[in-house]
């Protein structure tokens, strides 16, 4: 399984972006996916997830503003942010979890000017 994640850039306070991970190889319709966040100085962090099943969790600083949405016929993952804050300054990652494997995007930058 390979992840590529895209989408990042540079956006001001209250803006918005989409993150989109394209998965390839497995089945992505059973993995169960994810948003990680890491800034420097920090550990990563979970941002939300989405089941196979399409069920979507978040994170409290992001509840609200941030909508995952999974195409399986496309095999993409995607984020969509909105009303972005300086403090969501940071590469975003996201991983496939299926059958017990672990595997990771290589990261896009996304940097939130005030």
């Known amino acids: 399984v390979q992840l590529q994640a895209s989408g990042g850039g540079l956006v001001q306070a209250g803006g918005s972006l989409r993150l989109t991970c394209l998965a390839s190889?497995?089945?992505?319709?059973?993995?169960?996916m994810a948003w990680y966040r890491q800034s420097p100085g920090n550990q990563r962090e979970w941002v939300g997830g989405?089941?196979?099943?399409?069920?979507?969790n978040y994170a409290d600083s992001v509840k609200g503003r941030f909508t995952i949405s999974r195409d399986n016929a496309k095999n993409v993952l995607s984020l969509q942010m909105n009303n972005l804050k300086p403090e969501d300054t940071a590469v975003y990652y996201c991983?496939?979890?299926?059958?017990?494997?672990?595997?990771w995007g290589q990261g896009t930058q996304v940097t939130v000017s005030s």
């Open positions: 989405m089941s196979s099943s399409g069920g979507a």
């Open positions: 190889g497995g089945v992505f319709s059973s993995f169960t």
């Open positions: 991983k496939a979890v299926t059958r017990g494997d672990i595997y």
